[in-house]
């Protein structure tokens, strides 16, 4: 079997869960067939480490970003990467299968084409993007669907936002491939040396993106009213912050309650999964959201939003709230405190995690491969 896979994602993210989709299967999936060989094509520098096994072997091509100096036309970018990936593969046959980590096409290809869908955010909040290049990013993304010989969504939820938002879709065989959290996220023994926590109090738990969709500033709004915020903190764990959040949480007196957290690794992440009191997840929309798997793996309750793909992949494990409640999110928050991590919740929450592995993901993921090539060309849509 020949794959074929644009590590565009690669080069775009330092970390996430698109990428972690493909780092976590793709070396398993080579488990799975000894005859495997995955091409895996880069264009420049990669902002984090590549999958690695003997059967994935890295391929450079031309770097788009040296023939269009425009960054305000990314999807310029992407017409001309899609140019150099098609003769990057023109010699392979009709039996290898493209599958890119995100959104991308080789011009004129003619093989099997596989297409994963993590998400329809720019579809569902446009407003948050310029609207001429979601416009093209859309039309691009439409593309990617007609020439999809098979599609792989990450949740129902998913796979239903992309009936709705594209309905040729549903002429397509749509598989939906749960995700895991990686087995670094495990419950430790609570050391007493805390010196190295930014801070000293008890603590709830953010982690992640603060995109709009995410609800962040909903939640420190919120948290800035809580009866308990002088004796809780909020720990973030992402990327910097920016000026207009420096400035909310100036003008909401959290300076000595709220603490960023940058750069951990995984088991820098799960001590503080398995310290806090809480882990917090406020979104409006998720694809997935292996975080809560990652917290309920370190026996850290979650206080969540009630959205469709959050209690397709945690259950009735969380606290949930109505995002659209402040009062709620008040009540939820305030429930986590006097549960004191209840006991059976987090048993709940561990039994809950048992139904994922990256094992599995990786073994559907190759079915969809296998499933594909005992089709003749001819009958696959």
Known sequence: MNLIVDGIVFE??????????????????????????????????????????????????ANPQMLISNRMFPYLKRNVRSVLLGKAVSHFDERAIWHSTYFTLASNWKGLNILTIPDLIPELFPSQYNRFIQEQFCRYRQKCIEMADAIICISESTAADLRTFY?????????????????????????????????????LLYVGGRQYYKNFKSLLDVYAEWEHHSIVDLVVVGVKWS???LKLIKDLNLERDVHLVTKVNDSELARLYNLAL?????SLYEGFGIPLLEAMQCGCPIVASRIP????????CPIYFD????????????????????ENRIKSGFKHTQNYSWEQCAKKTFEVYANLLDKPKSCVI
């Open 12 to 61: 775009d993210q330092e970390h996430g869960g698109i990428s972690r989709i493909f780092s976590e299967t793709l070396p398993r999936i080579c488990q799975l067939d000894s005859t495997l060989d995955i091409q895996l094509l880069t264009s420049g520098p990669t902002k984090q480490p590549v999958p690695d096994h003997d059967q994935i072997h890295q391929t450079r091509i």
């Open 167 to 203: 309905p040729l879709s549903t002429r397509k065989e749509i598989f939906v491939i749960p995700l895991a959290a990686n087995k670094n996220f495990y419950p430790t023994p609570l050391s007493p040396e805390t010196s190295q926590l930014p801070t000293q109090k008890e603590f």
């Open 243 to 245: 000026s207009s959040e």
């Open 278 to 282: 809480a882990f917090v997840y406020p």
């Open 309 to 316: 793909s959050t209690v397709e992949v945690a259950g009735k």
């Open 323 to 342: 995002p659209a409640k402040r009062e709620a999110l008040l009540h939820a928050l305030t429930l986590a405190v006097e549960e004191q991590k209840d």
